[in-house]
């Protein structure tokens, strides 16, 4: 409560006294101006406390888009240009319309190294709603990426994802780790990995690590990925000339099975690239459960 109190004002307003002199006083007198202060009071009128509205709700403006195809490119362009995407038809005029459960299992994913995310799914699954977040990283994280899809339909876009992270990325995948559909883990470790060096990504931290195989359709794949943050931006490449085959490394895997498969495997392959060039190693890597 404020109480009223009295103040002043302090008008000066001039007033001309002019007096005229008489002929006998020998000399004209003028007389200075006075200046006649007037003090006015009045009350202050007491002051209102001005209660603010709550603060207007931003329209978010959604990107809309349509159709399944590309739906991990979108997913992570969204993401590190923080665009609020709609994706609408997702498999509208198939048998088995909606998302299926590997990009299911791709958005949740996305939910665990992100922070702030917000994802809505239709009870058809044909439209997405997607709200992107704050790439966070982490370490000590895991995830199973199911029987559906390999490792490697992960592995794409969770590496770029974890470059421009808060904190560096440490995840364990759990699932296939070779089939017929995706790159395998070996494949993104001696290409992908090595490539992604190219373009100033610091080479501490930056490890694919095999814990165990896994193939359909049982599964039971471990690998895990770690992913050093970028402080700067991304150095360009031109790449012109691809240069020779200079020697060739490969690895023979094999699962549940004798070791013998590994070694007839070897030898036949051997037989093919030694006629190229005789720098040709390829290791075993053998999983008896």
């Given at each position: ?67 399944s ?5 979108r997913?992570l ?45 239709n ?26 899809r ?17 904190k ?19 494949t993104?470790r ?19 690590k ?44 094999s ?35």
């Open positions: 409560v404020y109480q009223p109190q009295n103040f002043g004002i302090h008008l000066r307003i001039p007033t001309a006294l002019a007096s005229s002199s008489s002929s006998n006083a020998g000399g004209g007198k003028e007389e200075d101006n006075e200046i006649e202060t007037y003090h006015r009071s009045r009350k202050r009128p007491p002051l209102q406390k001005s209660f603010g509205g709550r603060p207007k709700m931003v329209k978010t403006n959604y990107m809309r888009l349509k159709g195809q590309n739906l991990r490119l997913l362009l969204s993401t590190l240009s923080s665009t609020p995407i709609i994706i609408d038809d997702i498999r509208a005029n198939d048998t088995w319309p909606g998302l299926r459960p590997y990009e299911i299992s791709l958005l949740r994913l996305i939910e665990r190294v992100c922070d702030d995310c917000v994802v809505e799914i009870e058809t699954g044909t439209k997405l709603k997607y709200k992107p977040g704050t790439v966070m990283g982490g370490k000590y994280l895991v995830h199973d990426c199911g029987l559906s390999s490792i490697g339909y992960f592995l794409e876009p969770l590496i770029v994802l974890g470059l421009f992270g808060k560096p990325l440490s995840i364990k995948l759990k699932g296939i780790t070779n089939d017929s559909k995706d790159p395998s883990v070996d993104f001696s290409t992908t990995l090595q490539i992604v060096k190219r373009f100033g990504v610091p080479t501490e931290g930056l490890e694919l095999i814990e165990g195989r896994g193939v359909p359709p049982k599964g039971g794949g471990e690998v895990i990925l770690s992913v050093p943050i970028v402080h700067s931006s991304l150095t360009a490449v031109n790449w012109i000339d691809e240069g020779m085959v200079k020697r060739i490394r490969g690895v023979s895997f699962t549940r099975v004798t070791a013998q498969f590994e070694n007839t495997m070897i030898h036949s392959s051997r037989g093919i690239f030694n006629r190229l060039l005789p720098d040709v190693h390829i290791f075993t890597d053998h999983k008896a459960g």
